[in-house]
């Protein structure tokens, strides 16, 4: 159970008054220090203080690394310390892994040693009964007074891949650099998160950042550093419920005017809403409060992991739709129906078409063709004999048809050598660039046959998503996003 | 367009009145037949009717293969006849892949060599027009009158794993033999979701059957076969309308008592059923009435093909619940919340758990920690030093828990060699089987992660799910499933 109620307002007070380089300076020591000490290292492998030191080892980074550890010479090859204290050097950023009862007294030594981030990863604080609240309290009390900042306690860590930097007992064996920041309220689950969305291609890390008990650094100081931070497009948000709405709130609005935030908040039920509260301590509160203030803040709220991943593609590579109404191109009378389906569904239109791309389409159909949205391609493709080249027809008909925002374009992709998918370049090829219009990519077939399509299309910038329902609702995201940049 | 109205009634009457005896041995020749004529087999790599014969031959089949093409006297290593009535032995089945308006003859041979089941891939008929149309109802006559049956026109073929028979143009690359059935009403979107379905380790297919334009087998005479076909447990319907809506809801009625039957129906919007109307030529009918009646008939309606993966997968291991009391036991507060919202959203509930459960639970955990549903069982974990006992020991009390008929695990499966994670062959130890209560274990981490402790668990019938929600949604069916099977 975290405590809510001893989050230094200070800190926030004077965050919201510096300009972006400010914020980037100010962050520098937490996303890019030059030198990292690990409290509680350890010579075990496998044991947490030592998978710690280990990331940061293995993983990349390339300032100075100063294990702490009273009973140890050297771990994994590097020096040991006895405290912070001994460390020549300075130090900007200190990962905590020590029992709890011995953090008060590290956290004294860090704030002599005037090191500016305590990533105190060790758990038996405000989740752990009274005992543990109070020592919360304390090492609040200590950090706040020495100007030396909190992240935690109770955490995974986190990772800034902009410095190569792992502070984090997570095993880590792979991480993509890209655009997507994560933040989260709770560690064990923000872990199983992270491992489970950089096992996709897709998707690319900048930076992580597990709150937990949140007894220093907060949300709301994180989404202003986002906003700032050049390598950060997209934010995802892991909330279980915030102390000062409002601030929150107003933060958030600002922040997705420029850049959008996923938000992954359970509790929408009364059961998970109980349960969100018996593990935080706090009351998660009506969810249908918070959903409508997530509306009104532009927010976007995902229920799964999967979702962000197809969600935040869509939004790093697509422009903006103007509206909501969808041109379905269709190897199947079938899948563009079940298309069709979702996207009324999930809050979008399937418009009929304008006369100059009928037009064009029948040009290019059998004559017993009915013409329509869902535009099913293949008697097209059948009688001309050359599918790459009907998919290319039909997308830059949509393309430039008035009646259509966002284009879907469903291809069956393991019919090879059988010439009824189109190639992944001809798809590539066919599509004119920069995009004026969002369109994405169902592919559907053997997963490998979808991964080799994701691959030539990315470079293209084109999303390729393995099932309808994944692709529709990327694209009635990006619609929201879409909206709420046209009201700001 | 199809045309639903020449299915000619005569042999669905006869196969009413048949026992399982007599339709294992009617259907043996499509099925498992001793010979194959390949009617427009072609010796060009990548031509449809070069990849029938190849698929033939390289995916098993030990029948008698015979490709018919007057041009060729040899095709991929194989003896080719003019025609099937040159053809020395007798031949049980005959795929059709020559253009429409040769059909006719084609057929009248056929029917002239006694070959019972007729597979006609080409297109050109019912779908395409009014001289189609024409084709469509000259070949239904003929086939009908010489006691032929059609399969088609107008689809992807037809596969059965008992026999390693492959009539299809549609490349295939692997097939897991397994316990699932697939029927569906369109060729490419056939095609297409078979090659998905079969992409995952955990799907495995009996038999398949496309239908295409449906002018003479339908749907309801193979859920007759597949509830007598000892290789299918569980049926897959693709359907977009049925022409006698009594009959159907009779026959599935009867099946899914027995074996359940996954029905993916699209037209569930206006627009839907638009677009299923205007590539069917069938009006697909208000979408309230189909799902009332699939309800009463215990179908289990599906949106999208990763949800057939993970339905049939539970019912495939689990036994059916006596009711829809969840348990969920969580390494993360927030998952369990997760996993809370989402049984509720699903039509499952979270009960309190009994008091023996409780104390259990209590026995493990740190003194400060609430023993609540879903159970945290992370500080129990952390305090013992055994994740994998731990785990053991919270999944038997819920085994044994009068409140309990469902049990939900979540595992983060990164951590090691971190011990956060139970090794996979530690939950399979764990449960004791067989299984009074369907268990599920939803995995989160990195999906070659996630796939190494399918590996394990499926070892001990246990079914591993990459995300919360597809856990839960699969538990979902299994629980609508149980009960329908308890009234009938």
Sequence with gaps: MDNLNVIPDIFWIKMKKMNCDEMLKEFEPLFNPRSVAVVGASRTPGKAGYVLVENLLNLGYRGSIYPINPNAKEILGLVAYRSVLEVPGTIDLAAVIVPAEMVPQVIQECVKKRIKYLVIISGGFGEAGKEGKRLQDEITQIAGQGRSRIIGPNIIGMISTTGNLFVTFAPFKQVRKGSVAVVAQTGAFCGAALHYLLSFQDFGLSKSVDLGNRCDLSENELLEYFLCDPDTRIIVLHIEGVKDGRTFLETAKRVSAKKPILVLKFGRTEVGSRAVASHTGSLAGSDSVYSAAFRQAGLLRVDDLDEIVHVSRALELLPLPNDNRVCIITFSGAAGAQAADLCIENGLTVPNLAGDTIAKIRGMSPPWMGISNPLDIWPAAERS????????????AALVDENVDLII???????????????????????????????AICAIGYTWDVERYAEVLSKKMLPVYPTVK???????KLYQYGMYRKQT
């Excluded at 393991?414 to 969002?438: G, H």
């Design 385 to 396: 004999g050359d599918v790459g080249k009907t998919y290319a027809e039909a997308i830059n």
């Design 409 to 439: 374009v469903l291809v069956n992709v393991s019919y090879t050598p059988v010439s009824q998918s189109p190639m992944p370049e001809e798809l590539a090829e066919a599509v004119k660039t920069p995009l004026t219009k969002p369109v």
């Design 470 to 476: 994944s692709c529709v609702q990327a694209l009635s």
